[in-house]
């Protein structure tokens, strides 16, 4: 429990850094053998990249540097539950555990307006149809 | 119909070149006003990044030369259905509309091997523990 507090209080620290830049308030480490590794924070408005959160970040910051696709062995600490996007990166990554402080849940009732494009109703506004040249892109997956 | 099938047919190149690079068959493009305007492939192995599916690869690309956060008026076409990181990264970008080649679905039966980590099990694998400093974290996005 000291330990998970301890590095959650990293990520709590470079959640303040993206404040500072003027992105949104969330932090992240990747700790393995009770080390903090690799940090990152949100940086989607100063880099315009809507895939630059804290989490998707840190695992591409140390992917990159350990030459790996993968990130066994290391604990992800992060300052909120990750979105679907950082929770699936994560799960590519194959990192071991995730920490989070604030649930979803509590997020969404805390901040209403910033919480908005993770609600249903964003969802809904993207179409999507399927299976184009469905034979073609199939081929390309039967062989590799 | 036709136009589909010809921004398809870019996205199916693209896939190629992945191919070519030793990496996995995904191609995308993204499509405004009747023109590819950006394109990118999986590039996963050749740069050890997780995250480097051909769709999120396209979204940051096309955010970073517009220095924009979102991406409305595209449509992005895929060769597969995207996994949910891209979904979701597509939701962030807010993308128009998303046409793939192949379902999920039949990829998974198409190439069982390569697809193990889209499974339950892989997600089963990591372990996610929540609720720490969870009062001071809740204090970060109160205020911002």
């Known amino acids: 429990m000291e330990k998970e507090k301890k590095f959650m209080r990293e990520a709590i620290k470079e959640a303040k850094f993206a404040l500072l830049e003027g992105c949104s308030p969330f932090g992240s480490v990747l700790v393995k053998d009770g080390k903090v590794e ?3 924070h949100n940086t989607t408005t100063k880099d315009n990249d809507p895939t630059a959160h804290a989490e998707t970040s840190v695992i591409r910051k140390a992917c990159k540097k350990l030459k790996s696709k993968t990130l066994k062995g290391y604990t992800l600490y992060t300052t909120a539950e990750p979105c679907a996007m950082c ?4 799960v ?3 990192i071991d555990k995730i920490v989070y402080g604030v649930p979803v849940i509590d997020f969404l009732r805390i901040n209403k307006e910033r919480s908005l494009r993770m609600t249903p109703q ?3 506004r993207i179409k999507i149809k ?3 040249l469905k034979r073609e892109c199939s081929e390309l997956y039967s062989g590799f």
């Open 87 to 90: 929770m699936t990166a994560s």
């Open 38 to 40: 690799f940090r990152a």
């Open 92 to 94: 590519f990554a194959e």
């Open 130 to 132: 399927g299976g184009f």
């Open 122 to 124: 964003a969802w809904k």
